[in-house]
C-alpha cells in the first residue's frame, strides 16, 4: 500500500472539535517576502509547531552559473542578497581565484575590503528598518533608509549601480575608488553617526520595543552550534566566531576591530549585535582608507582579466585575449575548492568545480540565511503568532541565496 505524499498530509483539514488548529500563513509578501510560507500548528494564538517551507522563489542560482562563463557568474550573485551585493561578489571572486592561484594586488584587497563594510551596513540597515517597522516604529525605519541611501550613493560611485553590481572580475575589479571617495565617505558617516544615535534613543531602550524583542525567538549556544548557525544568529547567543578574525582574507588581519556579542540569543541581542556590527565595520573601513596603498586594481594576466580597449583595437594580440575571454571564458585549472567570507548575516561561502574549461562545472553556495531558516521551528515553538514577524525579521532571511 503506498503511503500518501507528504503535501497531503500537510492540507488536510483539522477537525473542527479538535483545540488544536491549523492554519497556513502565507505565502505572501509583508513579513515574509513572499517566497515563504509556516505551516502553523495553534493552541489558541501560541505556536505548537511550525513547519517553514522556503520554496517559493525557484532562482535556480546554482544551476544556472553553470551555463555561462566564470564572468558571466558573477550577476548571479548579485541576486543572492541583493542588500549586500558587494560581498557576493567579492566571495565568489576570491574561490575562484583560489583555485587558479591568483593573488590579486594590495590596492584590490583594501578597495574590497572598504565596498564589503559598505555593503555590510546598507544589509544591516535594510534589516533592522523593517524589523523596526514590522513592531510600528516606522521612523526609524525611515531613519534607516535614509542613511541606506547615503551609502548606496557611495556604492553606486564606485561600481555604477545601486544594487546589482556585478563590479568584481577574477583577478580584480572593474574599475578603483573615484579620487573624492574619502571625502564622500566622510560626509556619509557623519549623517550616519547622527542617524544611528536618534535610532538608539528611539528604541534601544523602549519599552514597547523591548517587550516585544527581549526574550522571544531565543535559542540555546548549544542548539545554535548544532544547527550551523552562524553570523549575528550565533553571535547572539555569546560565540564569538567571525571569519573575519577565524580566517582571515583580504587585509582583515591588518585591521582592528571587535566582535559584538549578546547574552541569551533573542531577537534583542540580535537586534544589539547588527548595531553594534555597524560602527565596527566603519571602523575597518576608516582604518583601510588610512592604509590603501596606490597601485593597479587588476592582475595584469590577460588570460583573465580583459585587455585594455586600445590594445584590443589596435593589436592582434589584444583583440585575440579580448575574443577568447569573451567567447569561451577563462581557463580555471581543472579541481575543487571552498572559500569563505562574512557576509551580512553569518558565513558566505562558495564551493567551485572546474573541469579546465571556461564555464563551471559545478558551483554550491552557503547561504546563511538557510541555517536560520532551518532553526526558526526550534525558536518559534511556545511563543505567540505576534512573534513570528519579529523573530524571522531578525533572521534576515533573503529568497535569492535561501531558495534552490
Same mark, same amino acid.
Given at each position: 500500500m503506498a503511503l500518501p505524499a507528504r503535501w497531503a498530509k500537510k492540507i488536510e483539514a483539522s477537525d473542527p472539535a479538535d483545540e488544536i488548529m491549523e492554519l497556513q500563513m502565507g505565502p505572501s509578501h509583508p513579513a515574509s517576502h513572499g517566497t515563504i510560507k509556516f505551516n502553523l500548528k495553534l493552541d489558541g494564538e501560541r505556536i505548537m509547531d511550525c513547519d517553514v517551507e522556503i520554496g517559493y522563489l525557484h532562482r535556480a542560482f546554482e544551476k544556472m552559473t553553470e551555463q555561462g562563463t566564470w564572468t558571466q557568474a558573477i550577476p548571479y550573485t548579485d541576486r543572492l542578497n541583493y542588500a549586500s551585493p558587494c560581498i557576493n561578489n567579492v566571495a565568489f571572486a576570491l574561490a575562484v !581565484? =583560489?583555485?587558479?592561484?591568483?593573488?590579486?594586488?594590495?590596492?584590490?584587497k583594501y578597495v574590497r575590503t572598504i565596498m564589503s563594510e559598505v555593503s555590510r551596513i546598507t544589509d544591516h540597515l535594510t534589516c533592522l528598518g523593517m524589523a523596526s517597522g514590522e513592531?510600528?516604529?516606522?521612523?526609524?525605519?525611515?531613519?534607516?533608509?535614509?542613511?541606506? !541611501?547615503?551609502?548606496?550613493d557611495l556604492v553606486e560611485a564606485v561600481t555604477g549601480a545601486r544594487l546589482t553590481v556585478s563590479w568584481c572580475r577574477v583577478g580584480g575589479i572593474t574599475r578603483d575608488l573615484p579620487d573624492d571617495f574619502g571625502e564622500r565617505i566622510k560626509v556619509a558617516f557623519r549623517n550616519l553617526d547622527a542617524v544611528l544615535e536618534d535610532c538608539d534613543k528611539l528604541l534601544t531602550r523602549n519599552r514597547v520595543f523591548i517587550d516585544r524583542m527581549n526574550g522571544i525567538g531565543a535559542i540555546s549556544r !548549544?542548539?545554535? $552550534?548544532?544547527? #550551523?548557525?552562524?553570523?549575528?544568529?550565533?553571535?547572539?547567543?555569546?560565540?564569538?566566531?567571525?571569519?573575519?578574525?577565524? @580566517?582571515?582574507?583580504?587585509?582583515?588581519?591588518?585591521?582592528? *576591530? @571587535?566582535?559584538?556579542?549578546?547574552?541569551?540569543? @533573542?531577537?534583542?541581542?540580535?537586534?544589539? &549585535?547588527?548595531?553594534?556590527?555597524?560602527?565596527?565595520?566603519?571602523? $575597518?573601513? !576608516?582604518?583601510?582608507?588610512?592604509?590603501?596603498?596606490? #597601485?593597479?586594481?587588476?592582475?595584469? @594576466?590577460?588570460?583573465? /582579466?580583459?585587455?585594455?580597449?586600445?590594445? &584590443?583595437?589596435?593589436?592582434?594580440?589584444?583583440?585575440?585575449?579580448? *575574443? =577568447?575571454?569573451i567567447m569561451e571564458g577563462i581557463k580555471v585549472p581543472a579541481g575543487e575548492t571552498y572559500h569563505a567570507v562574512e557576509g551580512a548575516n553569518g558565513e558566505l561561502g562558495f564551493y567551485v568545480v572546474s573541469d579546465g574549461s571556461g564555464r563551471p562545472y559545478r558551483v554550491r553556495?552557503?547561504?546563511?540565511? *538557510? *541555517?536560520?531558516?532551518?532553526?526558526?521551528? =526550534?525558536?518559534?515553538?511556545?511563543?505567540?503568532?505576534?512573534? /513570528?514577524?519579529?523573530?524571522?525579521?531578525?533572521?534576515?532571511? /533573503?529568497?535569492?541565496?535561501?531558495?534552490?
Open positions: !581565484e =583560489k583555485l587558479c592561484g591568483i593573488e590579486v594586488p594590495d590596492r584590490c513592531v510600528g516604529a516606522q521612523t526609524v525605519m525611515f531613519y534607516m533608509l535614509e542613511a541606506r !541611501e547615503l551609502l548606496y !548549544e542548539d545554535a $552550534i548544532s544547527y #550551523g548557525l552562524t553570523g549575528p544568529l550565533l553571535r547572539a547567543t555569546g560565540v564569538a566566531y567571525d571569519v573575519r578574525k577565524a @580566517d582571515p582574507y583580504l587585509v582583515y588581519d591588518r585591521m582592528d *576591530f @571587535d566582535v559584538p556579542t549578546g547574552e541569551q540569543g @533573542d531577537n534583542y541581542d540580535r537586534f544589539n &549585535v547588527r548595531f553594534q556590527e555597524m560602527y565596527q565595520s566603519k571602523r $575597518i573601513i !576608516e582604518q583601510a582608507m588610512r592604509q590603501i596603498p596606490p #597601485g593597479p586594481v587588476c592582475i595584469d @594576466d590577460y588570460r583573465y /582579466i580583459l585587455p585594455p580597449k586600445e590594445r &584590443v583595437y589596435n593589436s592582434i594580440e589584444g583583440l585575440m585575449n579580448h *575574443f =577568447k575571454i553556495v552557503r547561504p546563511p540565511c *538557510f *541555517f536560520g531558516m532551518a532553526a526558526l521551528n =526550534k525558536m518559534l515553538i511556545g511563543r505567540m503568532i505576534a512573534d /513570528i514577524i519579529t523573530t524571522f525579521g531578525m533572521i534576515n532571511m /533573503i529568497g535569492g541565496e535561501c531558495d534552490r
